[in-house]
Nanobody, 127 residues
Framework: QVQLLESGGGLVQAGGSLRLSCATAGRTASRAAMGWFRQAPGKEREFVAAIDWSGVSTYYADSVKGRFTISRDNAKNTVYLQMNSLKPDDTAIYYC????????????????????WGQGTQVTVSS
């Protein structure tokens, strides 16, 4: 079992930055590939970024590539999402998620590929 808790959301102006954190707990948390998803009002939840268990390999949605960076510190049991050059379209609830298997490659982009989810943190970007 893996527990996830997001933090770091808030209100920011367009062009600004935020860093989201996802604290993880559980026997396999540090060995699980992780992902960030987001859900805007009235829209489906969508993939944002993924990272492998070691932190070496990352993967991004085209909409955030070059602006967002996913990273992890397994010693601190935390996964991060650094968001720069934020746009109003980035407004959403952001969720972190963990795969159930260990040593994943960090390429999963579909919700069903993740077994564990946090409760989400709200990010609002004003124009």
């Amino acid at each position: 079992q893996v527990q996830l808790l997001e933090s770091g959301g808030g209100l920011v102006q367009a062009g600004g930055s935020l860093r989201l954190s996802c604290a993880t707990a559980g026997r396999t948390a540090s060995r699980a590939a992780m992902g960030w998803f987001r859900q805007a009002p009235g829209k489906e939840r969508e993939f944002v970024a993924a990272i492998d268990w070691s932190g070496v390999s990352t993967y991004y949605a085209d909409s955030v590539k070059g602006r967002f960076t996913i990273s992890r510190d397994n010693a601190k049991n935390t996964v991060y999402l650094q968001m720069n050059s934020l746009k109003p379209d980035d407004t959403a609830i952001y969720y972190c998620a963990a795969e159930s298997r260990v040593y994943g490659l960090g390429r999963a982009t579909q919700q069903y590929e993740y077994a564990y989810w946090g409760q989400g943190t709200q990010v609002t970007v004003s124009s």
